[in-house]
């Protein structure tokens, strides 16, 4: 099972419209696996989230290096970022020449490249990327909690809320293997 850290109790807002820059792969329902880290994102209150689609999800490991496709994303998204006057563009472009460079490390440089942009140009750019994620993925998964002091998880993203469910509070932790997630 996935769980979802909320400070709303039962009532969800969705996590797929609105603020997208913050999130480090934009728009989106963020999971874990451990319910107790799950607590901690949503003061003490974490949901119970279901996988709905037919088939099983498609998952980008965000951990592994970036397919070409996904590059190619990422340069188009950083020409939108230069016509916008993002400075720093050339230092980015390193990056993504690397040819080890994992998604999540390329999804984290970007982000810091976009930081301090007008929300709306922002947006714009990192939908691009999204965009070309979610036409080959339905989730990415991805190692958390090194940067926030919590414990190391695994994250989760479920990248259209069509196919996953909320099915009540979480009571107790559960233990689950990768395999058993979604």
Do not use: C
Request: proline residues 4%; charged residues 25%; glycine residues 10%.
């Amino acid at each position: 099972p996935l769980f979802h850290g909320s400070r709303g109790g039962a009532t969800v807002v969705s996590p797929y419209s609105g603020r997208v820059v913050e999130n480090l792969y934009g728009g989106g329902l963020y999971t874990t696996t451990d319910v107790d880290v799950a607590r901690s994102y949503g003061r003490g209150t974490a949901q119970r989230v279901e996988w709905t689609g037919i088939n099983p999800p498609r998952v980008l490991d965000g951990d592994l290096p970036a397919s070409p496709e996904i590059r190619e994303a990422f340069r188009v998204a950083t020409e939108l970022a230069d016509e916008a006057g993002v400075d720093e563009v050339e230092d980015f472009l390193a990056i993504l020449d690397t040819p080890s460079s994992s998604v999540q490390n390329l999804m984290l440089s970007f982000r810091r490249l976009l930081l301090g942009q007008p929300r709306h140009d922002a947006d714009e750019v990192m939908d691009v990327i999204r965009d070309t994620i979610q036409q080959d993925y339905d989730v990415v998964k991805y190692a958390g909690g090194q940067a926030g002091g919590k414990t190391g998880h695994d994250i989760y993203v479920l990248l259209d809320e069509e196919f996953m469910r909320f099915t009540g509070e979480a009571q107790a932790a559960v233990a689950v293997s990768d395999d058993e997630a979604i």
